[in-house]
């Protein structure tokens, strides 16, 4: 790996957003691949972050340092990569279900799936089934992710799949789950494609449930 290339993935490990957006510019400027500087230095970087936080050497605060720092060098990137045509790792419509306000996991999960490669729209917190409904037909998404922090929202998972099947795009998405009081064996009940219980695992989850 390139010194310049080290560089920018210790900056996203250690949360340096400054450094990251100062050698992704020289980076730039000395005709390095974006591609390159976006999979070795960027998303090879928070790989490493998820392996900390999944050994208990990272904890949230840190992860979200080094999502800042990740995010910095894909804005500076992100007119290079399109001019280029780098396909995402996949698309995912993001969102914390009817009734929940909470969206600290439900922006882990987004900084870790952008981290990664993936497209993610996020909807928000407090979406209906409705509005789920609306972005996989505006979106046309691979994956859907429900966020559910309370057991008592955690009941709408079930109406918003069910709202997904009714409008006959269930076989074209995989649909995956999470949240505080969500469990395998409840993702197996409400019929869901995974359950992931961590930022981390979502993205070993969606790479999974595409086949990468």
Same mark, same amino acid.
């Given at each position: ?13 250690? @949360? ?11 980076? #730039?400027? *000395? ?6 500087? #976006? ?7 928070? &790989?490493?972050?998820? &392996? ?8 949230? /605060? %840190?992860?979200?340092? *080094?999502? &800042? =720092?990740?995010? =910095? ?6 007119p290079s990569i399109v001019e280029?045509? !780098? ?29 990664? @490669?993936?497209?993610?729209? %996020?909807?928000?917190? %407090?979406? *209906?089934?409705?509005?789920?409904? %609306? ?5 046309? /998404? +691979? ?11 955690? *009941?709408?998972? /079930? ?8 409008? @006959?795009?269930?076989?074209? !998405?995989?649909?995956?789950?999470? @949240? ?12 869901? +494609?995974?359950?992931? /219980?961590?930022?981390?695992? =979502?993205?070993? $989850? =969606?790479?999974?449930? $595409?086949?990468?």
């Amino acid at each position: 790996m390139e010194e310049i290339i080290k560089e920018i993935y210790q900056g996203v490990v250690k @949360g340096n957003a400054l450094l990251v957006k100062t050698k992704i510019e020289t980076a #730039l400027q *000395s005709g390095f691949d974006a591609e390159l500087i #976006l999979s070795q230095g960027l998303i090879e970087a928070m &790989r490493e972050v998820g &392996r900390l936080f999944e050994n208990h050497e990272y904890f949230v /605060p %840190d992860m979200l340092i *080094s999502a &800042r =720092a990740m995010q =910095a060098g894909v804005i500076l990137l992100q007119p290079s990569i399109v001019e280029q045509g !780098v396909e995402p790792t996949g698309k995912v419509v993001l969102g914390t279900v009817k009734g929940d306000l909470h969206n600290i996991g439900k922006n882990l999960v987004k900084v870790m799936l952008e981290g990664n @490669g993936f497209q993610v729209i %996020d909807l928000g917190t %407090d979406v *209906s089934a409705e509005k789920f409904v %609306d972005a996989i037909q505006e979106h046309q /998404p +691979d994956i859907v992710g429900l966020s559910a922090l309370l057991t008592t929202t955690m *009941s709408n998972i /079930p109406s918003i799949i069910k709202a997904i099947e009714d409008a @006959g795009q269930r076989s074209l !998405v995989k649909v995956m789950i999470g @949240g505080a009081p969500v469990t395998q064996s409840y993702a197996e009940e409400v019929r869901a +494609d995974g359950y992931a /219980p961590n930022a981390s695992q =979502a993205v070993t $989850l =969606a790479k999974a449930l $595409l086949g990468k």
